[in-house]
């Protein structure tokens, strides 16, 4: 089964997390949550998540995929935690697949991870580089890197996760029963 890992620290973006663990597990990927911080993590508008298991806990080797959500007090703990960023490197070396929305590049970032080509939260390419930053377009896919902007743009990134994952047929038929405008 498709597996993909969504880690949640503290002050995450709360739409971005749930929109992506949602399309993805209605598209029968298996979505593992684990929490940087603790079992519960506190997203930036104080909805607290129970998590999965927690960080240092999860199997790299039956991830397909790693998702980091944006926040940007969540996005700097992704950024700073050693195990995270160790998972990032892994996924990379191993030729996997990595997605980050809003402010969740910059941890990609400094991971030495992101690709050339990426979009971000407007303001957050100024803490990354502007080289390769496209500001207009919503999702950008390059490579084995996904990105994507911010909570109106969290339905179709994840859209994008599950064509990308388990092939175009999915895609559209989950596009069409949650009625999806991407």
């Given at each position: 089964?498709?597996?993909?890992?969504?880690?949640?620290?503290?002050?995450?973006?709360?739409?971005?997390?749930i929109?992506?663990?949602?399309?993805?597990?209605?598209?029968?990927?298996?979505?593992?949550?684990?929490?940087?911080?603790?079992?519960?993590?506190?997203?930036?508008?104080?909805?607290?998540?129970?998590?999965?298991?927690?960080?240092?806990?999860?199997?790299?080797?039956?991830?397909?995929m790693?998702?980091?959500?944006?926040?940007?007090?969540?996005?700097?703990?992704?950024?700073?935690?050693?195990?995270?960023?160790?998972?990032?490197?892994?996924?990379?070396?191993?030729?996997?697949?990595?997605?980050?929305?809003?402010?969740?590049?910059?941890?990609?970032?400094?991971?030495?991870?992101?690709?050339?080509?990426?979009?971000?939260y407007?303001?957050?390419?100024?803490?990354?580089?502007?080289?390769?930053?496209?500001k207009?377009?919503?999702?950008?896919?390059?490579?084995?890197?996904?990105?994507?902007?911010?909570?109106?743009?969290?339905?179709?990134?994840a859209?994008?996760?599950?064509?990308?994952?388990?092939?175009?047929?999915?895609?559209?038929?989950?596009?069409?029963?949650?009625?999806?405008?991407?």
């Amino acid at each position: 089964m498709t597996q993909i890992l969504v880690p949640l620290a503290n002050g995450f973006e709360e739409t971005e997390a749930i929109a992506i663990i949602d399309v993805c597990r209605r598209a029968g990927i298996k979505v593992v949550v684990a929490g940087v911080d603790g079992k519960i993590a506190m997203g930036a508008h104080d909805i607290p998540v129970v998590t999965d298991c927690l960080i240092d806990e999860v199997n790299t080797k039956q991830l397909d995929m790693i998702v980091l959500p944006g926040g940007w007090v969540g996005t700097q703990s992704l950024a700073t935690n050693t195990t995270v960023q160790s998972i990032l490197k892994q996924m990379k070396q191993d030729d996997k697949y990595i997605g980050a929305i809003c402010a969740a590049p910059y941890a990609l970032n400094t991971a030495n991870v992101l690709s050339d080509n990426y979009t971000c939260y407007p303001s957050i390419e100024t803490k990354i580089r502007l080289d390769g930053y496209d500001k207009n377009t919503g999702t950008i896919i390059d490579g084995k890197i996904i990105t994507s902007q911010a909570v109106g743009t969290a339905v179709c990134f994840a859209l994008e996760i599950v064509k990308t994952l388990k092939g175009d047929n999915t895609y559209k038929n989950l596009k069409k029963e949650i009625l999806a405008e991407c």
